[in-house]
């Protein structure tokens, strides 16, 4: 599934979609699946604005443990239908090497969360599993340790691993977290794999979610993974940082008019 392009980048082939490699490629959707008519409405408009693989997590890592935690399995089938009814390939979560079946079932790319960067036992699950991956750098991760956390990945045989970077902790508070544009092309430098910015998580507001994944793709980002939602004041979690669904398509075109430039 891998070939070689410019530069010594791989552009990976996944359910039929490319990324990296001067292919630059959109994950977006809901941070979590809530209900079907809201997957299905917001799996619908993405694929008519022309996104490439569609998010959404039924596993939610979330800081209170009496926050929504996410629907689980009830989730990944209705993940299952908004891939069958619109042919997006699915981005999600898996949180827990017991649930490693059932995600690999439904995900076209197994999401390893922030929190989870450095859970060993669950990555080399997930190379093994054979399903593409995407790790997000660790909140507090040097760029070395993500690079090692996707070799645990890699060495199970399992090739298709994308990088993540979607913000890191530093003393600043205006934004959730501090988003290292330098981390594209240091991990570019030393990895011929996509790496993705998550502008969502590091911004925490809508508002900065458009000129972070200017920026990140003007850096030679490869891809984003984004968060969007019907109706985001409604949103069970992450409601203030998730793009309108009905704004996603003017978002996108100036995005990738961005990554036309890098
Ligand atoms: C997410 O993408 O849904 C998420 C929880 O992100 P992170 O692990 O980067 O916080
Ligand atoms: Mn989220």
Redesign the pocket.
Known sequence: SRQIAHGGESTLEIAGRRIGGGVFATIAGP??VESREQTLSTARIMQDVGVQFF?G?AY??RTSPYSFQGLGRDGLKILAEAKAETGLPIVT?LMDVRDVEAVAEVADII???????QNYPLLTEIGRSGVAALV??G?SATLEELLMAAEYILKEGNPNVLL?E??IRTYETATR?TLDIAAIPVLKEQTHLPVVV?P??AAGRRDLVLPLSMAAAAAGADGI?V?THPEPEKAV??GPQQIRASEFGDYLRQVEAAAALA
């Open positions: 941070c979590t998010r997590g939610k890592p979560e999401q390893v969360g922030a929190r989870n960067m997000k750098r909140l993540c979607r913000g977290f998550d969502s998580h993974i968060e979690c992450d």
